[in-house]
């Protein structure tokens, strides 16, 4: 087995959300919201596009992340749940042109992120949006595409991740993320595979995961953690904990079918 097929199941198991400017000074902030309520209801296809305009008036790297992960959204729903994820691909028209433009965002991203540091090495969010943008990488080429590679874009993922939490222990969305590795590393991996990739810790992520859903903040760092933990709980097939977490999200994000049918699938069954 190559060392990039021992991510392979990590990445496939990796939630990939949206992000918000951490900027509040940015005068596109409710513009950026916007974007984001699109993307937390499923609407992804809008979500880029809002993004895109939101790219050409002030460039980010929130609004580059968000972006991107649309455009993976959007690949990864028209791609569909076939096993064979490589001729599931190769089938799927709509897929190259999304590929483009989820490339260059995340090129763009990955270069300005790469440069925010070169100038100052522990500036966390530059750390945070590095790590992010290399996640949705991986999930694209791997999980989407059928495709063996991506195992620099790990540990530079992993690593970028561990070092925006050294320098700001409470930065929410760095810890749900490094979290997800956590989880999948323990929960997906063999233990000597486990090793290889730097181990992981099933507990410890759940109650970050947990901790991180019940922090009072910024709305859509408290909804990443929320489906977070949501598709963790689903993982655990911890049915009546999953129920609670679907329900507060069909509070905050009610047009996102994804939640309203798994509340109506499971609720009565408990």
């Known amino acids: 087995m190559t060392p990039a097929a021992l991510v392979v199941a990590l990445v496939c198991s990796l939630v990939v959300v949206g992000a918000r400017s ?11 919201d916007t974007a984001l309520d699109l993307f ?7 979500a880029a596009g809002v993004s895109r305009e939101l790219s050409q008036e002030e460039p980010s790297l929130a609004v580059c992340e968000l972006r991107a992960s649309a455009l993976l959204f959007q690949i990864r729903r028209a791609v569909g749940d076939r096993p064979d994820k490589s001729k599931a691909f190769k089938a799927c028209d709509a897929c190259p042109s999304l590929v483009e433009e989820f490339t260059h965002e995340t ?24 790590g992010k943008l290399n996640l949705n990488y991986l999930w694209l080429v791997l999980e989407t595409m059928g495709r063996r590679t991506g195992w620099n874009e790990y540990w530079e993922a992993r690593h ?7 320098q700001q222990p409470d930065f929410q969305r760095a810890k749900v993320a490094r979290a997800w590795i956590d989880y999948v590393v323990d929960t997906r991996m063999p233990w000597g595979t486990g090793w290889l ?3 992981g810790n099933k507990k410890r992520a759940l109650r970050v995961m947990y901790d991180a859903a019940q922090t009072e903040g910024d709305f859509y760092a408290n909804a990443e953690a929320l489906f977070g933990l949501w598709e963790m709980q689903v993982r655990e097939k911890d049915v009546n904990d999953a129920v609670d977490s679907a329900r507060r999200l069909a509070v905050m994000f009610p047009n996102n079918p994804e939640v309203a049918r798994f509340v109506s699938t499971h609720a009565a069954r408990r």
Not at 40 to 46: K, W
């Open 22 to 32: 951490t900027y509040a000074e940015s005068p596109v902030a409710g513009s950026l």
């Open 197 to 199: 990739l730097g181990g």
């Open 40 to 46: 937390y209801n499923g609407h992804f296809a809008e």
């Open 107 to 130: 090129t763009a991203g990955q270069a300005s992120a790469r440069a925010v540091l070169r100038e100052n090495p522990n500036d966390a969010t530059a750390l945070f949006f590095l």
């Open 160 to 166: 970028s991740l561990d070092a925006a939490l050294a």
